[in-house]
């Protein structure tokens, strides 16, 4: 189930729906797991079934593919938009150096252009500061 949740930035608090925390089972869950990246947040209750962890999985599997063929077009789109930046090892050097051998190897697979994902990342740092 897909929901999407609007926020006031200017509210301290956001409640997730009702209805998603009954259709997840949440609603009843006295104790629960949250991870939290910058940009994501997992909420999971701690003893998951056997079924219910197959479930995760395919859900990250389905959501990781999405968002690796989301990465791969953006590269590419700033390559034949911005022209080629010089090959950028794919190693732990540079813009990579936060990434691990698998997912670097699926980001080049899916056909991301490094040199166009580099720029992306610069100019995300360029905005940060």
């Not at 989301?70 to 794919?90: D, F, K, N, T, Y």
């Amino acid at each position: 189930m897909y929901f999407k949740l609007y926020h006031d930035p200017q509210q301290k608090t956001l409640t997730i729906p009702r209805a998603a925390l009954q259709l997840s089972e949440l609603s009843t869950a006295e104790e629960m797991t949250l991870h939290a990246e910058r940009g994501c947040v997992l909420l999971a209750r701690n003893d998951l079934t056997a079924r219910e962890c197959l479930r995760v999985i395919d859900l990250l599997f389905t959501m990781g593919s999405a968002l690796t063929s989301q990465l791969a077009m953006a590269s590419q789109e700033v390559r034949e938009e911005h022209g080629a930046l010089p090959e950028l090892p794919a190693d732990k050097s540079g813009p990579f150096r936060s990434l691990n051998d698998r997912l670097l190897s699926l980001l080049l697979v899916a056909g991301t252009d490094l040199g166009g994902l580099s720029r992306l990342l610069m100019w995300e740092d360029e905005d940060e500061h």
